[in-house]
């Protein structure tokens, strides 16, 4: 059964930090890129970072370029999203899903389509406080 599981949100005021982690489960980790997604209320789901573990690819919405990290420890199926300098516009529910591990260019084109990801964890809760 694929699983994946999102830990490590909370309160944090602005200007901190905070990792989430996603830990994946019952499927073969390299063969596939993780996502990470957020949903504030009343917004659609937007595509925040992604990694591909086959490659070490990675993938930042401009939004969150030069404060978000997202890395990958394959030997535990775990993906971190390492989020510094946090602004109240960062809150949301953080999800992180799974899509198959296409090439770099196709990869780059559809990691921030929701629809191209076919699992995803419960998600997890981060409120930045100003």
């Known amino acids: 059964e694929v699983q994946l599981v999102e830990s490590g949100g909370g309160l944090v005021q602005a200007g901190g930090s905070l990792r989430l982690s996603c830990a994946a489960s019952?499927?073969?980790?390299?063969?596939?890129?993780i996502g990470w997604f957020r949903q504030a209320p009343g917004k659609e789901r937007e595509g925040v970072s992604c990694?591909?573990?086959?490659?070490?690819?990675?993938y930042y919405a401009d939004s969150v370029k030069g404060r978000f990290t997202i890395s990958s420890d394959n030997a535990k199926n775990t993906v971190y999203l390492q989020m510094n300098s946090l602004k109240p516009e960062d809150t949301a529910v953080y999800y992180c899903?799974?899509?198959?591990?296409?090439?770099?260019?196709?990869?780059?084109?559809?990691?921030?389509?929701?629809?191209?990801?076919?699992?995803w964890g419960q998600g997890t809760q981060v409120t930045v406080s100003s």
């Open positions: 019952g499927f073969t980790f390299d063969d596939y890129a």
């Open positions: 899903a799974r899509i198959r591990g296409f090439d770099v260019l196709l990869l780059l084109r559809l990691w921030v389509l929701p629809g191209a990801y076919d699992y």
């Open positions: 990694i591909s573990s086959s490659d070490g690819s990675t």
